[in-house]
């Protein structure tokens, strides 16, 4: 039977408790299928009192979510404006090259594996957060000693710029991919799901919570915004280029502010 994850929001009270404790119940019963509670966890606001937590956990009978808890491979709690919270993508390139024995390869054997492997590893990861430079310097680090056959720590003189070596094949490169238009090319895309898709339920909780009565491309993305806005409104620059209006009766479009 399949599984389904499910998200539940509400208020932090002692009845909002017992309701979802009820309708859990209710559809156990009615459907057959149980409540894996060893692996659902709550987690509260800052503001949410010790007393309120300790009875909601009692009631809906789950843990209360860790720093360290990973839902479908993302630390949902770690600030994404950090490096470290990046660590365990970089540990996967770590486990990755650890089995690979670089010195008995081709470089054409290298260069498939480079696109073939190094370059998807973080590609789930990308769709959603956009990396902080450091990240993206130390994952094209990887793919970059790796294609010259030496560890990540190794520094030593490369006679090719990698610049030249990821171009296009056309250009004369490999077509190894940067990994920062790797990480805006999922981004962009969401973006313009967010400009052309304003009836999905996602972008209705994106601009209610953020846009409120604010304009997208005048927004001033606040300090303490989600991983996934962070990562919209730092391709507004890029989108920009290729979005325009279709106009209508003109009531929504700032002639001296839209693009």
């Known amino acids: 039977m399949f599984a389904n994850d499910l998200?539940?929001?509400?208020?932090?009270?002692?009845?909002?408790?017992?309701?979802?404790?009820?309708?859990?119940?209710?559809?156990?019963?009615?459907?057959g299928q149980r409540i894996n509670f060893n692996k659902s966890a709550i987690h509260f606001s800052k503001a949410t009192l010790l007393d309120t937590k300790e009875a909601l956990r009692e009631t809906l009978a789950v843990n209360e979510m860790e720093s360290s808890?990973?839902?479908?491979?993302?630390?949902?709690?770690?600030?994404?404006?950090?490096?470290?919270?990046?660590?365990?993508?970089?540990?996967?390139?770590?486990?990755?090259?650890?089995?690979?024995?670089?010195?008995t390869l081709t470089h054409a054997k290298r260069t498939i594996l480079c696109k073939a492997t190094l370059a998807t590893i973080s590609n789930f990861n990308m769709s959603t957060n956009i990396f902080p430079a450091q990240v993206l310097d130390k994952i094209t680090r990887?793919?970059?000693?790796?294609?010259?056959?030496?560890d990540f720590s190794d520094r030593k003189l490369h006679y090719i710029g990698w610049n030249t070596i990821s171009k296009p094949i056309e250009q004369g490169g490999l077509n190894i991919r940067d990994a920062s238009l790797v990480n805006k090319a999922p981004l962009?895309?969401?973006?313009?799901?967010?400009?052309?898709e304003p009836n999905a339920l996602?972008?209705?909780?994106?601009?209610?919570?953020?846009?409120?009565?604010d304009d997208f491309w005048n927004h001033s993305r606040p300090s303490l915004a989600s991983s996934v806005w962070a990562g919209l409104t730092s391709m507004r620059h890029a989108?920009?280029?290729?979005?325009?209006?279709?106009?209508?009766?003109?009531k929504k479009i700032c002639i001296w502010e839209e693009p």
């Open 202 to 213: 996602w972008v209705r909780l994106l601009k209610a919570k953020y846009l409120k009565n």
């Open 69 to 103: 808890d990973r839902y479908l491979g993302n630390y949902l709690l770690q600030p994404k404006h950090l490096c470290k919270s990046f660590d365990f993508i970089l540990q996967k390139f770590n486990s990755k090259l650890a089995g690979w024995k670089r010195n």
């Open 7 to 31: 998200l539940f929001f509400g208020k932090a009270t002692k009845g909002s408790g017992d309701c979802l404790k009820e309708i859990l119940t209710n559809y156990s019963s009615w459907s």
């Open 142 to 150: 990887y793919q970059r000693n790796f294609w010259w056959g030496h």
């Open 188 to 196: 962009g895309k969401l973006t313009w799901r967010f400009l052309t």
């Open 239 to 250: 989108v920009k280029d290729g979005y325009y209006w279709s106009i209508g009766d003109g």
